[in-house]
């Protein structure tokens, strides 16, 4: 119960840190934007071969793969905030109260799925008019679906950066973990392209399974078993992500 | 309220395969008692700071034993967090909030609820005079109307302890003397408060007891008062109007219970040595206006905490 409470009075305070900064607000939302103008032209010639005939197919293969990308992306950068309030004294300042550790980092984790959220709206929107279709019980599974890929990211960011507490490494270190993650997922660049040697590593990577759950969500087949396996596998992923954090956060925040 | 024996912290630095380790605070035994404003002094790397943030919970001692407000730390941190209040070295607030939201949640992160949290949150900004610029963003603040809100922050919920780490460092005379008074008046109202400084004058001046530590152990501890008598009493110097009755003056002065020592120094005034120059110095005038002689002027000289410091390291608090 008081996980719980604290949990919300973390949130709120990040959410309302994000209010207060507009230029934030600005960029988070402009970012999905420009990778909707700007891969558009692109999209039916490199999406012909996973049998996208028309420009709406092509948006119905790609936009659930930049979800999983934004997701996946944005959650990974995170912890180069945390570092911020580490370095500035409030999260000393937190640790001398007897406020729960795992509420630190659910708290941040959850305000970053509402980000999420936002700029997938806004990404779903823009892309009804150019053929996108997805029914609401759908869309919602899609939802439960990014959130839990966005607490995965954003909490392995919060515990990478309480590991190695300095941002030129966690710089690095998450560059080089979300380039390949991203790349064997399929998100931007089908899979389909990739040598079969490519596809097998990539079964083992859960983002790709999240990929292709979210393209039969939006392709309409939420009884697809692509789509429970990716819900379950992200849960269990996601689980195991915060455990770890809040350990870390536990220990480091102790 | 604060009780520690044998409390160490060592610190391991690893470079290229070899680890040297610094005994920041190498056994200390402190004893603060309730309500009372008690100064951790010492030079830079002293290990004020690393004893601090071991009493407030924030780094896991090596050994040793402690208890605060009757919790014990090693045991039971998270109770030892319920009565206490801490205010770091550099402070800590968000920029984009103003100084009432951060006094709401820092009350509410000590589990208060959201009304009680608000009450208290415009009683903070009330005592602490911080109405001016409460609902400003912290961005803008100056380094006294910072400081004054990381005071604030710290005793929000009004705990039973407050550890305080170097409060008034970086601040000019007048918010100096405001922090004091703020302080002093928490002692007040009941809080025991445990301080760091490195300034001579604030432990002297504000502090109830002063620990003085170097190299992470207790150099001695006391009040400002005992410390500076334990050195070697206090100094009266004589000026008396004839010059050439000096040695007779300083012959009649030796009689004196009240004077330890007494010697005629080449200026032609008298330096007695005493144990308390407040009641030496009337007893000194009546000897001599008894023997005749009559007296110009005459001063007392009081040891200094650098004194005791030099005393009994060999180096002085001001140059280390
Ligand atoms: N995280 C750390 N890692 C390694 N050594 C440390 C660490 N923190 C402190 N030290 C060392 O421990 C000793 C005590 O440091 P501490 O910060 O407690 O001193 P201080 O009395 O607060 O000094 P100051 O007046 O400069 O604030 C110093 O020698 C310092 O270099
Ligand atoms: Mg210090």
Redesign the pocket.
């Given at each position: 119960m008081k996980s719980l409470r604290d949990t919300w009075l973390v949130f709120q305070r990040h959410l309302l840190l994000m209010a207060r900064s507009p230029l934030q607000i600005f960029l988070g939302v402009a970012q999905p934007v420009v990778y909707l103008a700007l891969f558009a032209p692109l999209l039916k010639p490199a999406l012909a071969s996973m049998g996208a005939g028309t420009m709406a197919d092509a948006y119905r293969i790609y936009v659930p793969g930049m979800l999983v990308a934004l997701a996946l992306g944005g959650g990974l950068y995170v912890g180069f905030g945390l570092l911020a309030e580490l370095g500035s004294g409030v999260i000393e300042r937190a640790r001398v109260t007897p406020v729960s550790r795992v509420a630190l980092l659910l708290g941040r984790s959850l305000r970053d799925v509402v980000v999420l959220a936002v700029q997938a709206a806004v990404i779903i929107v823009l892309a009804i008019p150019l053929g996108l279709l997805v029914r609401v019980p759908d869309l919602l599974l899609a939802y439960l679906l990014l959130a839990l890929i966005s607490l995965t990211s954003s909490a392995v960011s919060y515990g990478l950066a309480l590991k190695v507490g300095n941002p030129d490494v966690l710089g690095q270190l998450v560059n080089n973990l979300a380039q390949p993650l991203m790349l064997l997922s399929g998100t931007l660049l089908p899979l389909a392209l990739a040598p079969l040697w490519l596809r097998r590593v990539s079964d083992w990577n859960p983002f790709s399974w999240a990929v292709t759950g979210m393209r039969e969500l939006f392709a309409g087949h939420p009884g697809d078993p692509a789509v429970w396996r990716s819900l379950a596998l992200m849960a269990a992923v996601a689980l195991a992500a915060l455990l770890w954090s809040a350990r870390r956060f536990a220990r480091t925040v102790r | 309220m604060i009780e520690t024996s044998g409390l160490r912290k060592s610190y391991r630095t690893g470079r290229r395969g070899r680890t040297t380790t610094v005994d920041a605070v190498a056994g200390l035994d402190l004893h603060v008692a309730e309500g009372e404003i008690f100064g951790l002094l010492g030079p830079n790397g002293a290990g004020?700071?690393t004893t601090l943030r071991m009493l407030a919970t924030l780094l896991p001692p090596d050994g040793g034993a402690a208890t605060v407000a009757g919790a014990d730390l090693f045991a039971s941190p998270a109770e030892v967090r319920r009565s206490i209040g801490y205010v770091a070295?550099g402070g800590g607030t968000w920029d984009e909030v103003t100084a009432r939201e951060e006094l709401v949640l820092q009350a509410r992160m000590h589990g208060l609820g959201k009304a009680e949290a608000q009450a208290r949150a415009a009683a903070a900004v009330d005592s602490f005079d911080l109405a001016e610029y409460a609902d400003r963003p912290c961005r803008g603040y100056s380094g006294g109307q910072r400081r004054r809100l990381d005071l604030a922050l710290g005793v929000v919920h009004r705990p039973a302890v407050l550890f305080l780490?170097?409060p008034t460092s970086g601040l000019d005379p007048a918010a100096r003397a405001r922090l004091w008074a703020e302080v002093r008046r928490l002692r007040d109202a009941g809080t025991t408060v445990f301080l760091?400084t490195h300034y001579l004058d604030e432990a002297d001046a504000l502090c109830d007891r002063i620990a003085i530590v170097d190299g992470g152990t207790l150099v001695a501890e006391g009040t400002p008062a005992e410390l500076k008598r334990s050195i070697a009493g206090e100094v009266v110097t004589v000026g008396v109007a004839e010059p050439h009755l000096a040695p007779k003056a300083a012959e009649v002065l030796t009689t004196q219970e009240c004077v330890r020592g007494a010697e005629v120094r080449p200026d032609g005034t008298l330096r007695l040595s005493v144990d308390t120059g407040e009641s030496a110095m009337p007893q000194v005038m009546r000897a001599l206006a008894g023997a005749g002689i009559a007296t110009a002027t005459i001063a007392l000289h009081r040891p200094t905490l650098d004194d005791v410091f030099l005393a009994r390291t060999g180096r002085s608090l001001e140059e280390s």
């Open positions: - | 004020k700071t070295q780490d170097e760091t």
